[in-house]
């Protein structure tokens, strides 16, 4: 009997400590969540006024947490001055063949030499290589990387975001791999290049970082499908449908979904960086339609993306999107409301986002449906800003605990900016 007693003593303690440390998630309906909903990404942070008197906020204190994707080199997407005057033509001298050995390409607007290390008649893709830097890659498997690139990169990207448009009708992908002048940065797509003009390439290719090549074959086939994502993402929009460019912040989304497929670490590794939250940007309201091209940002826009796949069940959703005349937040409401009639405003949609990341649920829009055990952000904590306003960017969002027996007396202060919209537990069905 006292053995039994004892076991029960164990127990209740271990079930105290457990409930003790998740006393950082919100206890069932004990939370208030603030979100700007704005759809403008240059739009102004806005106040969410004065926040309820008695709440608890959070020091920011790490904990000895590790972000995985600190040491991570970023994508890049680069901005594409004028290119809207640039019009749509198709004036384009031939495209490169695999008889073409050497080219001189453009690269940060300066022409260099490449050689031609991968591709032939039957190839998806030419891959050119930095003349001057060869030497310094003589034992990479160019071969190794071409095939991959053709058997598996190519089928799967195409296969969920359409295919590119071929502007130098030459039916090859180029890709470009140079030594950056910044090594933090990974690869990037230039939009510019699909035009022809006399400081362009005009052509279908991307950019990859020559020391990226040391990654490992997952992280570096993850990292080729981002940019090329962004190939078939821009050349589709841009020519086939005559839209505008995507929005940085959905284009990225759409991006590191392309490398998580690829790339299955990508999805643990942003999961871990979001519950660790080292900076504590995520508590703090990072903006998911703002965009500032930060580790976090790309952290947040592939957790959105995930978030939309788990709620169609599919990945057609992304295809649409693309094809879709709005770059931004109206595309993401177009197909999204197709899935669910709760989905019936970007303002919806976001917020249901944000409360999902709190793990309340399994099911439902304010849920990772069948995919909500594996988004579990252990961490995910309340604000650890003591002040009584806060401001946010487009598309930001932070919770504080606050119990549910009183949030029926609570409301958004009329100072409050006119995007940012309050959820209460309560409200959550």
Same mark, same amino acid.
């Given at each position: 009997?006292?053995?039994?007693?004892?076991?029960?003593?164990?127990?209740?303690?271990?079930?105290?400590?457990?409930?003790?440390?998740?006393?950082?998630?919100?206890?069932?309906?004990?939370?208030?969540?603030?979100?700007?909903?704005?759809?403008?990404?240059?739009?102004?942070?806005?106040?969410?006024?004065?926040?309820?008197?008695?709440? &608890?906020?959070?020091?920011?204190?790490?904990?000895?947490?590790?972000?995985?994707?600190?040491?991570?080199?970023?994508?890049?997407?680069?901005?594409?001055?004028?290119?809207?005057?640039?019009?749509?033509?198709?004036?384009?001298?031939?495209?490169?063949?695999?008889?073409?050995? $050497?080219?001189?390409?453009?690269? #940060?607007?300066?022409?260099?030499?490449?050689?031609?290390?991968?591709?032939?008649?039957?190839? &998806?893709?030419?891959?050119?290589?930095?003349?001057?830097?060869?030497?310094?890659?003589?034992?990479?498997?160019?071969?190794?990387?071409?095939?991959?690139?053709?058997?598996?990169?190519?089928?799967?990207?195409?296969?969920?975001?359409?295919?590119?448009?071929?502007?130098?009708?030459?039916?090859?992908?180029?890709?470009?791999?140079?030594?950056?002048?910044?090594?933090?940065?990974?690869?990037?797509?230039?939009?510019?290049?699909?035009?022809?003009?006399?400081?362009?390439?005009?052509? #279908?290719?991307?950019?990859?970082?020559?020391?990226?090549?040391?990654?490992?074959?997952?992280?570096?086939?993850?990292?080729?499908?981002?940019?090329?994502?962004?190939?078939?993402?821009?050349?589709?929009?841009?020519?086939?449908?005559?839209?505008?460019?995507?929005?940085?912040?959905?284009?990225?989304?759409?991006? &590191?979904?392309?490398?998580?497929?690829?790339?299955?670490?990508?999805?643990?590794?942003?999961?871990?960086?979001?519950?660790?939250?080292?900076?504590?940007?995520?508590?703090?309201?990072?903006?998911?339609?703002?965009?500032?091209?930060?580790?976090?940002?790309? $952290?947040?826009?592939?957790?959105?993306?995930?978030?939309?796949?788990?709620?169609?069940?599919?990945?057609?959703?992304?295809?649409?999107?693309?094809?879709?005349?709005?770059?931004?937040?109206?595309?993401?409401?177009?197909?999204?409301?197709?899935?669910?009639?709760?989905?019936?405003?970007?303002?919806?949609?976001? $917020?249901?986002?944000?409360?999902?990341?709190?793990?309340?649920?399994?099911?439902?829009?304010?849920?990772?449906?069948? #995919?909500?055990?594996?988004?579990?952000?252990?961490?995910?904590?309340?604000?650890?800003?003591?002040?009584?306003?806060?401001?946010?960017?487009?598309?930001?969002?932070?919770?504080?605990?606050?119990?549910?027996?009183?949030?029926?007396?609570?409301?958004?202060?009329?100072?409050?900016?006119?995007?940012?919209?309050?959820?209460?537990?309560?409200?959550?069905?």
């Amino acid at each position: 009997m006292k053995r039994n007693l004892f076991f029960l003593l164990i127990l209740c303690i271990t079930l105290a400590c457990e409930i003790e440390s998740n006393q950082i998630l919100t206890n069932g309906r004990d939370f208030m969540l603030y979100v700007n909903v704005s759809e403008d990404p240059e739009s102004s942070r806005q106040s969410t006024g004065i926040l309820p008197a008695v709440y &608890e906020s959070r020091s920011l204190v790490a904990g000895g947490a590790v972000d995985p994707m600190a040491s991570r080199p970023r994508p890049d997407r680069r901005e594409r001055p004028g290119f809207e005057s640039f019009g749509v033509s198709r004036a384009f001298a031939t495209g490169l063949t695999p008889s073409d050995k $050497t080219a001189k390409l453009y690269v #940060d607007r300066i022409k260099k030499d490449f050689t031609l290390m991968y591709g032939d008649a039957s190839s &998806e893709v030419l891959i050119y290589a930095e003349t001057s830097r060869l030497s310094s890659y003589a034992s990479f498997n160019w071969d190794a990387l071409g095939s991959r690139f053709d058997d598996s990169i190519y089928p799967t990207v195409t296969g969920v975001f359409g295919d590119y448009e071929d502007v130098d009708e030459n039916e090859k992908v180029v890709m470009i791999c140079y030594q950056m002048s910044e090594d933090n940065i990974a690869g990037y797509f230039w939009a510019t290049d699909l035009q022809l003009s006399s400081s362009t390439n005009g052509m #279908d290719a991307f950019f990859i970082n020559l020391p990226m090549l040391g990654y490992n074959t997952e992280s570096l086939d993850g990292l080729i499908a981002h940019e090329f994502q962004h190939l078939v993402n821009g050349s589709r929009r841009i020519f086939r449908n005559n839209n505008l460019e995507m929005e940085a912040w959905l284009d990225e989304a759409l991006a &590191e979904y392309a490398a998580f497929l690829l790339d299955g670490n990508i999805k643990s590794d942003h999961i871990a960086s979001y519950s660790a939250d080292v900076s504590g940007v995520f508590r703090n309201g990072l903006g998911l339609v703002s965009w500032d091209g930060d580790m976090p940002d790309y $952290t947040l826009s592939y957790l959105f993306a995930a978030y939309l796949r788990a709620q169609a069940g599919s990945d057609d959703i992304f295809k649409s999107i693309i094809d879709h005349e709005s770059p931004g937040a109206a595309a993401v409401l177009n197909v999204m409301k197709a899935v669910d009639t709760e989905f019936n405003s970007f303002s919806k949609i976001i $917020t249901a986002f944000r409360v999902a990341n709190l793990g309340i649920k399994t099911s439902g829009i304010y849920s990772y449906e069948s #995919d909500s055990a594996d988004f579990k952000f252990n961490n995910y904590e309340p604000t650890s800003v003591a002040r009584l306003t806060h401001r946010l960017s487009a598309g930001g969002a932070f919770y504080i605990n606050y119990p549910v027996s009183g949030q029926s007396g609570v409301s958004l202060p009329s100072t409050a900016g006119k995007n940012i919209v309050l959820i209460k537990g309560s409200d959550i069905d």
